[in-house]
């Protein structure tokens, strides 16, 4: 299925079909407004803990240009093309507007690698307890990373620190390769 959703970005960009203009997933602090439920400028656990899904409906959003609640065809096919376009200029490490062999090999790490999104085990409900406590835990480590001021919360000053150490450290990673 990746592969499919792949193939079908990588086309888009190539032939680029498209009409629709799409418009930007985010601008800097409508997450952190998108998670503060309670909207008091503080992100709790529980707001923090929804963040997958905001970041889903962010994206479905920003896809559905005409905001009429459905994202059609050209919609479709133009976030594809955007998303075809940043993943050919990340994998053109030299920059010359064409992939080698070497730069199209697909990357050997991540999470996700090797496993199916819909691989499950048959009624094994203790993995399924595991994952969601080590969810948890990863929510739980992410807010002690944020809280820089201990409060048990994330100012929306806290957030902006952490969105910045994250992109500096995504920039970093990016020019090490």
């Not at 990357?107 to 969810?135: L, V």
Request: hydrophobic content about 30%.
């Amino acid at each position: 299925m990746k592969y499919r959703v792949l193939m079908t970005a990588i086309t888009a960009g190539l032939i680029g079909m498209t009409t629709a203009q799409a418009k930007p997933m985010h601008d800097k602090g409508e997450m952190f407004t998108a998670l503060d439920a309670d909207k008091n400028g503080e992100l709790s656990q529980q707001e923090l803990s929804n963040m997958r899904e905001t970041m889903a409906k962010m994206r479905f959003d920003a896809a559905d240009t005409n905001s009429d609640g459905q994202i059609d065809k050209d919609e479709f096919m133009a976030k594809a093309e955007e998303r075809a376009a940043r993943m050919f200029k990340h994998m053109d490490a030299d920059e010359n507007g064409t992939l080698d062999a070497d730069e199209a090999q697909p990357p050997r790490h991540g999470k996700h690698h090797g496993k199916h999104h819909g691989d499950k085990g048959h009624g094994d409900h203790a993995k399924s307890d595991k994952r969601d406590h080590a969810k948890s835990k990863r929510h739980d480590k992410m807010l002690e990373r944020m809280d820089s001021d201990g409060n048990g919360s994330v100012s929306k000053a806290e957030w902006d620190s952490a969105m910045a150490r994250h992109h500096e450290r995504r920039e970093e990673m990016k020019d090490a390769q």
